[in-house]
């Protein structure tokens, strides 16, 4: 084909409509990450990397379009074929952008980055105060349960032996249940906002967000699992501290009462301390993690939004290869 017949089809209202069209939409995406980047800071540095790395490849392919044209346009070229080949990669990298800016805007959008540090926040803060808390309740209790055993041993009196009895029966059930409060979400305090992301959206481990789950439904699952053996040990707490020894009672029996009514106040003020972080904290946490998984689900219906616009731009492709 001649040159000018070459140019005339470069230069025909068809395909300038395709290539000011076509161009529009690669300046659009390369904004559009450029806009996206500033704000996935808190985002896996490897995925950003890659997210990156797609906008060079556009550019990169759009470059090497233009050069293809113009070797048309200035008759270098001997027809179309290379930049049929150039255009191709020029929209499959364009196209590739495109998918991953809808999918970031969406998860940008949502504000998951913010969601999944609100929850990761809350979780750490609180499951730390509580286990430390569960610890020292834990410490308590299997003290107050070897007194109790004790003072079984020395009491002699029949309803002083039925409270103590009382008691030791509701320690032993509490012992198990904070012994989970005290090793609650010990692992959590090892993930991060990047490492949840990765997992949710990248080539991250997949178990990241699994653990994250366990974690927070271990927490929120507590309060079912201590709370009613917390109210038996109320009881038993209350009858114990009203406990009246009999005159008859030999002084070591006293002693030891009076031993175990200075543990079970002790063991009272750490229930109350817990069942602020059992009755409200937990109720934040299991809040934080709804938000965060509605706005993954949000995300992830975004990021499906994006249409391919790949068969309308290939309408290029037939103009260039009447070039020969």
Do not use: H
Request: hydrophobic fraction near 45%; glycine fraction near 8%; charged fraction near 25%.
């Amino acid at each position: 084909m001649d040159l000018e017949t070459a140019k005339a089809i470069i230069e025909s209202r068809v395909v300038q409509k395709y290539l000011e069209q076509v161009d529009t939409d690669a300046e659009a995406a390369l904004d559009t990450l450029d806009a996206n980047v500033k704000l996935l800071k808190t985002y896996p540095p490897a995925m950003v990397s890659q997210y990156k790395k797609d906008g060079t490849a556009l550019d990169k392919a759009w470059g090497v379009f233009n050069q293809e044209v113009n070797s048309i346009t200035f008759g270098k070229a001997r027809d179309g074929k290379a930049a049929m080949a150039a255009y191709s990669k020029y929209i499959l990298t364009l196209e590739v952008l495109e998918a991953q800016n809808v999918r970031y805007s969406a998860y940008i959008g949502a504000k998951v980055a913010e969601l999944v540090a609100a929850l990761l926040k809350l979780v750490i803060e609180i499951t730390k105060k509580m286990r430390e808390k569960f610890k020292e309740l834990l410490v308590e209790l299997k003290a107050l349960e070897a007194l109790l055993k004790k003072a079984k041993k020395d009491v002699k009196g029949a309803e002083a032996q039925r409270i103590i009895n009382v008691g030791i029966t509701a320690v032993s059930l509490c012992i198990p249940a904070v012994g989970l409060g005290a090793g609650i979400a010990i692992a959590v305090g090892t993930f991060t906002v990047q490492t949840i992301i990765d997992s949710q959206l990248g080539p991250g481990s997949p178990g990241a967000m699994g653990s994250l789950n366990n974690a927070v439904g271990d927490t929120i699952g507590l309060p079912k699992q201590v709370k009613p053996k917390f109210a038996k040990l109320g009881g038993a707490a209350t009858g114990l501290i009203a406990l009246k020894m009999d005159s008859d009672e030999v002084a070591d029996a006293k002693r030891i009462v009076t031993e175990v009514q200075k543990r079970m106040k002790k063991v009272q003020a750490l229930l109350k301390t817990l069942d602020g972080f059992l009755s409200k904290d937990v109720g934040f946490i299991e809040k934080a993690e709804m938000a965060m998984l509605k706005a993954m689900d949000a995300a992830e219906r975004g990021a499906k939004l994006y249409r391919s616009q790949a068969q309308v731009r290939k309408g290029l492709l037939k103009e260039l290869a009447k070039i020969k």
